[in-house]
């Protein structure tokens, strides 16, 4: 059984081979671009196709797993990534026994990066590779089949850069770091996802085995976008929706069989493990803890000029796409409709861009793509086939300008990062056989971070914490992992009131408490520090847990800068028995 699809390809190039006629039809530098357009437009050979690829991507790979470790300017951040990782394998249940509205995604290829590289910062290196890995797989499985050669190779190439990059995507700025993670992650799954529902497969026929496969990669997508972030489903459910009315009757298939296969592996997922209640509610907390949010017109007008650039290109694709002279049979008040779906693209990763600040808005790109190639189709059927390609060069170029840039900017990072931490950091554990010493914080912030998690380190070994269970309120608990001992369930995954959490839907504190074997109160003076953007936090745990704390708790360590609890004998156990 086969689907009927559109036209066969034209302009199968081979660039291996000798190319004639250099000067045989007008100038020389008319023949030259004509060249580099077949070359551009062409379709090689599958050993080039998957070898380019192959070979870039385990040098990369090589290249990051040979790092002496990671680097960054915020170990609080990415404690988060990695505590959520060794709390699942720890066997904590994502949304019952840990709280937070980033989905069990997340926890899980964290977990394995831990399972697969042992609790350290290299997790983070191997959870990248494993989700970069997937929509590399995925995306050049897509393109294959729907693209020209090399733009596939250069999509598939920024994809799978973007995920394993130690790019800073939280900010307006490139910064090595590895903040964000799950952003990256997000950006990547929905531009592949997008490729699959809204490029159709450029051959005259498709079989039933590549749309069987098409369909489970594409649910395979949605159902890690499901379980990733809210914001991100939300976008791609928009570009679900809207898909009927800009595809062809065999993407229709494809998007209503692969809709089918997400919602059945969901549906088992919930079935095996049960979360999505829990799931929901967890989300439902996050939201209710930005409900008060103002409006942030800094981050408004921010992100509209960081986008204005992905803009600018799109209104050239555009006018290139009206000038060409290709009437399109479907429109709606005189617009294409390739045109709308790439504005409603453009919105919807504004919107993403406005909860997930990012100086690389991941799906902006796209929507100049999508133009291109439904530009390309059209002048397939172009009888002046050396102009046509003229034309759909200059459009490329827009194209390759913004993937181009990810490829040559993500390269640069990773080549920087492999060399940086020995010289440009200090490891933020002082003891050689620490989870942390592969983590590296810059050198002017030593003294906040090295000190006192080298201290810390010392103290709870000496405390008899490992393997005990061990809370700490602050922005993010990194001590389990350093212990190796399981995390206390009921807890939120990271601390910040207002932002992760707010007073509804957050477990009690008698819940949480119970399940605690150490206690640890930073002593920073955050009440006196009104720039804090933990004060509110502060406050949360001064009214909610020290009540508790400071009754049914004695104090085992105590200096300048925190305190270390343990229940009372005796009265604990009472007294969670009681609430408990």
Same mark, same amino acid.
């Given at each position: 059984?086969?689907?009927?699809?559109?036209?066969?390809?034209?302009?199968?190039?081979?660039?291996?081979?000798?190319?004639?006629?250099?000067?045989?039809?007008?100038?020389?530098?008319?023949?030259?671009?004509?060249?580099?357009?077949?070359?551009?437009?062409?379709?090689?050979?599958?050993?080039?196709? %998957? /070898?380019?690829? @192959? +070979?870039?991507?385990? !040098?990369?790979?090589? =290249?990051?797993?040979? #790092?002496?470790?990671?680097?960054? *300017?915020?170990?609080?951040?990415?404690?988060?990534?990695?505590?959520?990782?060794?709390?699942?394998?720890?066997?904590?249940?994502?949304?019952?026994?840990?709280?937070?509205?980033?989905?069990?995604?997340?926890?899980?290829?964290?977990?394995?990066?831990?399972?697969?590289?042992?609790? %350290? /910062?290299?997790? @983070? +290196?191997?959870?990248? !590779?494993?989700?970069? =890995?997937?929509?590399? #797989?995925?995306?050049?499985?897509? *393109?294959?089949?729907?693209?020209?050669?090399?733009?596939?190779?250069?999509?598939?190439?920024?994809?799978?850069?973007?995920?394993?990059?130690?790019?800073?995507?939280?900010?307006?700025?490139?910064?090595?770091?590895?903040?964000?993670?799950?952003?990256?992650?997000?950006?990547?799954?929905?531009?592949?996802? @997008?490729?699959?529902?809204?490029?159709?497969?450029?051959?005259?026929?498709?079989?039933?085995?590549?749309?069987?496969?098409?369909?489970?990669?594409?649910?395979?997508?949605?159902?890690?976008?499901?379980?990733?972030?809210?914001?991100?489903?939300?976008?791609?459910?928009?570009?679900?929706?809207?898909?009927?009315?800009?595809?062809?009757?065999?993407?229709?298939?494809?998007?209503?069989?692969?809709?089918?296969?997400?919602? @059945?592996?969901?549906?088992?997922?919930?079935?095996?493990?049960?979360?999505?209640?829990?799931?929901?509610?967890?989300?439902?907390?996050?939201?209710?803890?930005?409900?008060?949010?103002?409006?942030?017109?800094?981050?408004?007008?921010?992100?509209?000029?960081?986008?204005?650039?992905?803009?600018?290109?799109?209104?050239?694709?555009?006018?290139?796409?009206?000038?060409?002279?290709?009437?399109?049979?479907?429109?709606?008040?005189?617009?294409?409709?390739?045109?709308?779906?790439?504005?409603?693209?453009?919105?919807?990763?504004?919107?993403?861009?406005?909860?997930?600040?990012?100086?690389?808005?991941?799906?902006?790109?796209?929507?100049?793509?999508?133009?291109?190639?439904?530009?390309?189709?059209?002048?397939?059927?172009?009888?002046?086939?050396?102009?046509?390609?003229?034309?759909?060069?200059?459009?490329?170029?827009?194209?390759?300008?913004?993937?181009?840039?990810?490829?040559?900017?993500?390269?640069?990072?990773?080549?920087?990062?492999?060399?940086?931490?020995?010289?440009?950091?200090?490891?933020?554990?002082?003891?050689?056989?620490?989870?942390?010493?592969?983590?590296?914080?810059?050198?002017?912030?030593?003294?906040?971070?090295?000190?006192?998690?080298?201290?810390?380190?010392?103290?709870?070994?000496?405390?008899?914490?490992?393997?005990?269970?061990?809370?700490?309120?602050?922005?993010?608990?990194?001590?389990?992992?350093?212990?190796?001992?399981?995390?206390?369930?009921?807890?939120?995954?990271?601390?910040?009131?207002?932002?992760?959490?707010?007073?509804?839907?957050?477990?009690?504190?008698?819940?949480?408490?119970?399940?605690?074997?150490?206690?640890?109160?930073?002593?920073?003076?955050?009440?006196?520090?009104?720039?804090?953007?933990?004060?509110?936090?502060?406050?949360?745990?001064?009214?909610?847990?020290?009540?508790?704390?400071?009754?049914?708790?004695?104090?085992?360590?105590?200096?300048?800068?925190?305190?270390?609890?343990?229940?009372?004998?005796?009265?604990?156990?009472?007294?969670?028995?009681?609430?408990?």
């Amino acid at each position: 059984m086969t689907i009927q699809n559109s036209s066969a390809d034209k302009n199968q190039f081979d660039p291996l081979a000798v190319e004639e006629g250099l000067g045989g039809s007008g100038d020389r530098a008319t023949a030259m671009l004509s060249n580099i357009a077949k070359f551009i437009l062409g379709q090689w050979s599958t050993k080039l196709f %998957s /070898g380019s690829l @192959l +070979i870039i991507m385990s !040098l990369v790979s090589i =290249l990051l797993l040979l #790092a002496k470790g990671i680097y960054t *300017t915020s170990p609080g951040d990415i404690f988060i990534p990695l505590h959520y990782g060794w709390s699942l394998l720890q066997g904590l249940a994502p949304h019952q026994d840990i709280h937070t509205a980033l989905g069990a995604f997340v926890g899980v290829v964290n977990g394995l990066g831990h399972w697969l590289a042992g609790p %350290s /910062g290299h997790a @983070l +290196i191997v959870a990248n !590779l494993i989700v970069g =890995l997937f929509t590399a #797989a995925c995306m050049a499985w897509a *393109t294959r089949t729907r693209l020209p050669s090399f733009m596939g190779v250069v999509l598939t190439l920024s994809i799978f850069l973007l995920c394993i990059s130690p790019r800073f995507l939280d900010g307006y700025y490139v910064e090595i770091d590895y903040i964000g993670q799950y952003n990256k992650h997000g950006w990547a799954l929905l531009c592949t996802l @997008l490729t699959f529902i809204y490029i159709p497969a450029r051959s005259n026929s498709v079989s039933t085995a590549q749309l069987l496969v098409d369909a489970l990669l594409a649910a395979l997508l949605i159902t890690a976008l499901f379980f990733l972030k809210v914001s991100y489903i939300l976008v791609a459910g928009l570009m679900i929706i809207l898909g009927p009315f800009f595809i062809e009757s065999a993407q229709r298939r494809l998007l209503a069989l692969a809709l089918f296969l997400a919602v @059945l592996f969901i549906g088992l997922i919930n079935y095996k493990w049960g979360i999505i209640e829990n799931y929901a509610l967890d989300v439902q907390m996050g939201l209710h803890s930005h409900s008060h949010d103002r409006v942030r017109f800094d981050v408004l007008f921010g992100q509209l000029l960081l986008l204005a650039g992905k803009g600018v290109l799109l209104v050239t694709m555009a006018l290139l796409y009206l000038s060409s002279n290709i009437r399109d049979s479907r429109h709606f008040i005189g617009i294409p409709h390739p045109l709308i779906l790439a504005i409603i693209v453009l919105v919807g990763g504004f919107g993403i861009a406005l909860g997930n600040l990012s100086w690389w808005n991941g799906i902006a790109p796209m929507s100049v793509l999508l133009v291109w190639e439904m530009w390309r189709r059209k002048e397939e059927a172009s009888i002046n086939v050396e102009q046509s390609n003229l034309r759909l060069l200059a459009g490329a170029a827009l194209v390759l300008l913004l993937f181009g840039s990810v490829i040559m900017d993500s390269l640069a990072l990773v080549l920087h990062h492999f060399k940086a931490p020995p010289q440009r950091a200090v490891a933020l554990s002082v003891r050689q056989d620490s989870p942390f010493r592969d983590i590296f914080v810059a050198k002017h912030f030593e003294d906040d971070y090295q000190k006192y998690f080298g201290y810390m380190e010392k103290r709870l070994e000496e405390l008899g914490a490992r393997g005990k269970r061990i809370l700490n309120l602050d922005y993010v608990n990194p001590y389990p992992m350093l212990m190796s001992s399981p995390p206390p369930k009921k807890a939120m995954l990271w601390w910040k009131f207002q932002a992760a959490f707010s007073g509804e839907g957050v477990e009690s504190p008698a819940a949480v408490l119970c399940q605690t074997d150490f206690v640890i109160v930073p002593e920073a003076d955050y009440e006196h520090d009104r720039r804090s953007s933990m004060l509110a936090t502060r406050i949360f745990f001064k009214e909610r847990y020290m009540p508790i704390i400071n009754k049914k708790f004695q104090i085992v360590e105590e200096n300048s800068e925190v305190k270390v609890y343990v229940p009372k004998d005796g009265e604990w156990s009472v007294f969670c028995a009681k609430h408990i």
